[in-house]
Nanobody, 116 residues
Framework: VQLVESGGGLVQPGGSLRLSCAAS????????MRWYRQAPGKERELVAR????????NFADSVKGRFTISRDNAKNTVFLQMNSQKPEDTAVYYC??????????WGQGTQVTVSS
């Protein structure tokens, strides 16, 4: 099982980044996918969630209206589009795949830094 995030980097406040998470080793289309983030000195927090078929999404209040989550089940990939970014969005972003009751997979994370 592998989840490989990409697309992180340095962006100015107000800018945009698109994160990708490529999955392999499991049946991607059966899993709920989530993006989490963890800033230095803070606990990991849930940013966005998308159901297995992609019809339902949820977002943390702090990113609503700025971030969108989507998935391409044909390409085993989930995306996080981040717009109007703020310095407080700076964190390591992690991709998570979950299928209850046992499966809970994590990527290695990708750094996002929002700074001028």
């Amino acid at each position: 099982v592998q989840l490989v995030e990409s697309g992180g980097g340095l962006v100015q406040p107000g800018g945009s980044l698109r994160l990708s998470c490529a999955a392999s080793g499991f049946t991607f289309s059966r899993y709920v996918m989530r993006w989490y983030r963890q800033a230095p000195g803070k606990e990991r927090e849930l940013v966005a969630r998308i159901t297995s078929g992609g019809r339902s999404t949820n977002f943390a209040d702090s990113v609503k209206g700025r971030f969108t989550i989507s998935r391409d089940n044909a390409k085993n990939t989930v995306f996080l589009q981040m717009n109007s970014q703020k310095p407080e969005d700076t964190a390591v972003y992690y991709c998570n795949a979950q299928r209850l009751p046992y499966d809970d997979f994590w990527g290695q994370g990708t750094q996002v830094t929002v700074s001028s």
